[in-house]
Every structure is written in C-alpha cells, then in structure tokens.
C-alpha cells in the first residue's frame, strides 16, 4: 500500500504546513513536552525556526539504526519473519493534506502482505516506569497517539512502538487500529489546525502558558479583586499555608529517620514484604564553579554571563 500513498520530499517538509505524528500529542493535550498553546506558536511563526537538534535527538537519530536491528533480532527471537520495506518516509494523508506522518520503519512481519509501521524510541532506564510489559499496549499515551496517527495517515492496520531502554533493552508494543479513536483524534486535529489557519489562539492549559502569554506591566494599576477571584486568592493562600506546615512536617521526620538510620543506606520496612523503603546514599554529581570560573577567566565569565527577567507569583 506504501506505494499508493504520497510522501514528502525533504526540502518541502515545513513543518509547519502539516501536523505530524511528533504533534499529535500536544494537539490532544497529553504531550509531557509542549501544550496546545506552543505547537500554535510554532505552527504560526512567520519564519521557518532552524533549531538545532538536542543532544537527545541527535543521539536517538544515530541509534535509530541500531534499535531497528536490535527489534528484528527480537521478534525473529520469538519465531517472526521479519522484512524491512522502508525507512524513514513522510507521508501526507490523503483526505485531510495538513495531517502527515514520518514512519522511522516499516516491515511485513510472517510474510504478510499488510505492512506494519515501526515507531522506534530510544528511553532512558529512569523512565522505564512509564511503560509496562513488553508485548502489551501498555506504552505511554503519547505514543500511542503518535502510532495511531500513522495508522490512520498510512491507512494501515497495525503499529508497534519499539523502545530501547538504555542499551541492551529492546521490547516491541503493538498499537492496532481503532476507527472510532482515530475520529475523535482527527475532529481534534481539525479543531485545532482551523485555529493555526485562522490565526485563533488557542487558551493557555498551563502555568508555562500565561508566563508565555503575559510578560507584566508596571505601569497598569493594581487589578481590583472581584467576589470570585478573592475566593480563588484566599483559597490559593491556605492551601500555600498547608503545604509550608506538611512541609516542616516533613522535614522534621527526615531529621528523625536519618538520625536512626545513621551509617545504614538502606532501610526496609518488615510488613512490606522487607522492600527496601528509603534509600540514603551519595550520589554523583558535577556543576560549574561560577565564582572560580570568574575569578581565574573574567572575560570569560563575562562573555558568557546572559541576565533574564522572571515574573515572580507571591500570594501574601
């Protein structure tokens, strides 16, 4: 079927006359990295941003061939056949031309004529919580999102999300096609792409949104509390309180745990099948000594000082 659909030469990926499967999340409001508000911004900026890649992504850009090879040898590890049809093509739905979708690879699995979209992620351990077993559906909603969405802009049937985790972990969670979740997603995606074409801001869903939205001005008088906002203030305000006494609270049950914990680094908690329940050992860690660094290379220290502005919330 990869042959009927159209795809995207390179040089005509502006990514911000198409939404892709990267977008989709944020589009649906369960991205972990960028809301609503932000993919809007990008998608409207009057120029084309040359941002320069992550080390993140460069790193998962130069593992993504080691994934696919570690995927194949999985799955041929649990009796599959395993044919690699493509990598990394763009496709452009063919009913909604704003919706496309990069598919790192795609393969036939068992000799089947269906092809199988292949979305490969590379995971830090620390994040291995997020997903569960192996085999299941149990990946991180956002990527199931994104697998969903190639199913639909591909028209096919069935997705797996292979994530590697650290270096030596590969497990394979498949994504099949659900018509019903993809109309839903695809209403989603036409709601907001009628805001990106008609210049309609969508509302701010975050804190981060109004730092973005409102920078302040000095010059405008004091905004007089109406009966509702001062419920919402005085609410907002015991509610700090509460957690400023939970926190001493806390800190001083710390203080008491260590002081009997003393030289131990572990601590388990017998009627809790002997899990380890807190953990106090020395962790590595490395930072910039800013006061030798300017002391020892001022110029230095001076070129690469930056000042930035915050706007401070305090509820007194």
Known sequence: ???????????????????????????????PWKTPLQLWEAKTAQALPHDKPTGVKRRGHRWEAVVAEMLVEHLEQQGHTVEIVDSNKRYIDPQRPFLAAEIDFEVRLDGEKEITNVELKTVHPFKAGEWGEGGTDESPVWYTAQGMHGLGVTGRNRCLIAPLFGADEIRAYPVLRDDETLDAMRQRCDAFWHLVTSGVRPDP?????????????????????????????????????????????????????????????????????????VVWKERAHSWLDQAALKEQHPAVHKQLMRKSSTRVFTVK
């Open 205 to 277: 869903t975050t804190l981060s949104d109004l730092d973005r939205l409102y920078k302040g001005d000095e010059q405008l008088p004091a905004l007089i509390a109406d009966s509702e906002l001062t419920r919402h203030v005085l609410r907002l305000r015991a509610i700090k309180s509460e957690i400023k006494a939970r926190e001493l609270e806390a800190e001083v049950l710390e203080f008491d745990v260590k002081q009997l914990m003393r030289d131990a680094v572990e601590l388990v908690i017998p009627d809790d099948d002997k899990k380890v329940a």
């Open 1 to 31: 079927m990869s042959a009927q659909l159209q795809t995207i030469a390179p040089e005509d990926h502006d990514r911000r006359r198409f939404l892709g499967g990267s977008d989709i999340a944020a589009v649906l409001g369960i991205s």
